[in-house]
């Protein structure tokens, strides 16, 4: 199904590593839609290569920008505004990585070098991205930035880590940029908390399979997949959403606001 949702549209999308990648999907919808857009990703993830099969479908371009290096990130933006040809009216932020998590760090025990990487890395970058967007005056007027969450910034869920700490700053940023963003510029910020979902950086969290099933049977509607996350982003992209900002959006399913389901009491209640 094919709305036309972005037709004329320009965007940036970070993130999109393989195939599950939430960015991946969300690409391939915003291209349905009729939007164009550069691809980005960090220089490393480049070398594995499969981000240039998302572009070929898309008729996209990638340029590579580690999403913590401001330099980087100013390249990334003059550049996009050449290759599409004007400013940028949507921005996809799906970039997280715990050097903790990755490497099985209790929280209890975290190496402070690597929980300050992977807070430039998760929460830090999605600053400076909206900086350099601001700061170029790139966005168009009614433009809208997304970056992605987990609920673990509410509630705390053991093994989601350090990552708990980073979401919950990425969504004050959000906050504290929509802000200024609308006030100066007319843009919206939003952040989209999804439920857990079966790619790289998901699949890092230990004990990721039990955690799915579990949300699974709590969520009236199941868990959101990637692909449902893509198609609330594109209405988030989209201009019949002009006046949404500055929120944190859960697109779980009914998880957030479930105490518990009949499917997990059965499970605790004795025949
Ligand atoms: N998978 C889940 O269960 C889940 C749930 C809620 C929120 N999220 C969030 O969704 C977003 C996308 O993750 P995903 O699940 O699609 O996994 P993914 O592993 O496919 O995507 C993570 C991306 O971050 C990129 N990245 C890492 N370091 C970077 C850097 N320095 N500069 C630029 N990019 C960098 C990776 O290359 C990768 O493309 C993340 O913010 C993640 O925390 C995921």
Same mark, same amino acid.
């Given at each position: 199904?094919?709305?036309?949702?972005?037709?004329?549209?320009?965007?940036?999308?970070?993130?999109?590593? +393989?195939?599950?990648?939430?960015?991946?999907?969300? #690409?391939?919808?915003?291209?349905?839609?009729?939007? &164009?857009?550069?691809?980005?990703?960090? /220089?490393? #993830?480049?070398?594995? $290569?499969?981000?240039?099969?998302?572009?070929? @479908?898309? $008729?996209?371009?990638?340029?590579?920008? +580690?999403?913590?290096?401001?330099?980087?990130?100013?390249?990334?933006?003059?550049?996009?505004?050449?290759?599409?040809?004007?400013?940028?009216?949507?921005?996809?932020?799906?970039?997280?990585?715990?050097?903790?998590?990755?490497?099985?760090?209790?929280?209890? %025990?975290?190496?402070?070098?690597?929980?300050?990487?992977?807070? %430039?890395?998760?929460?830090?970058?999605?600053?400076?991205?909206?900086?350099?967007?601001?700061?170029?005056?790139?966005?168009?007027?009614?433009?809208?930035?997304?970056?992605?969450?987990?609920?673990? #910034? @509410?509630?705390?869920? /053991?093994?989601?880590?350090?990552?708990?700490?980073?979401?919950?700053?990425?969504?004050?940023?959000?906050?504290?940029?929509?802000?200024?963003?609308?006030?100066?510029?007319?843009?919206?910020?939003?952040?989209?908390?999804?439920?857990?979902?079966?790619? &790289?950086?998901?699949? $890092?969290?230990?004990?990721? %399979?039990?955690?799915?099933?579990?949300?699974?049977?709590?969520? /009236?509607? $199941?868990?959101?997949?990637? !692909?449902?996350?893509?198609?609330?982003?594109?209405? !988030?992209?989209? %201009?019949?959403?002009?006046?949404?900002?500055? @929120?944190?959006?859960?697109?779980?399913?009914?998880?957030?606001?479930?105490?518990?389901?009949?499917?997990?009491?059965?499970?605790?209640?004795?025949?």
């Amino acid at each position: 199904m094919s709305y036309n949702l972005l037709k004329g549209k320009r965007g940036i999308i970070f993130g999109a590593l +393989d195939e599950n990648s939430i960015a991946w999907k969300t #690409a391939v919808r915003v291209h349905e839609e009729g939007g &164009t857009f550069v691809l980005t990703n960090a /220089p490393i #993830a480049m070398r594995m $290569g499969k981000i240039r099969d998302l572009a070929e @479908q898309t $008729g996209s371009e990638i340029i590579p920008a +580690d999403a913590t290096s401001t330099e980087d990130l100013q390249n990334l933006v003059d550049k996009s505004m050449e290759i599409l040809g004007g400013k940028i009216d949507f921005v996809l932020h799906s970039i997280g990585m715990s050097v903790n998590v990755r490497k099985g760090r209790h929280y209890t %025990d975290l190496n402070y070098d690597w929980m300050t990487k992977g807070w %430039d890395v998760s929460a830090v970058s999605f600053h400076k991205v909206m900086q350099t967007l601001y700061k170029s005056d790139a966005m168009s007027e009614w433009g809208s930035i997304v970056a992605l969450t987990y609920m673990a #910034a @509410q509630r705390t869920f /053991p093994d989601y880590n350090d990552m708990a700490d980073n979401k919950s700053y990425l969504e004050s940023i959000a906050r504290s940029f929509g802000y200024f963003f609308g006030k100066d510029k007319k843009v919206r910020v939003n952040t989209i908390s999804q439920s857990p979902t079966p790619t &790289t950086a998901g699949q $890092g969290v230990k004990g990721f %399979d039990g955690f799915i099933s579990y949300a699974e049977k709590m969520s /009236p509607l $199941g868990n959101a997949t990637a !692909l449902d996350c893509a198609n609330y982003t594109v209405t !988030l992209f989209s %201009d019949l959403t002009k006046r949404v900002t500055m @929120q944190n959006l859960y697109n779980d399913g009914g998880f957030s606001n479930t105490g518990v389901s009949q499917e997990v009491i059965e499970r605790f209640t004795e025949e």
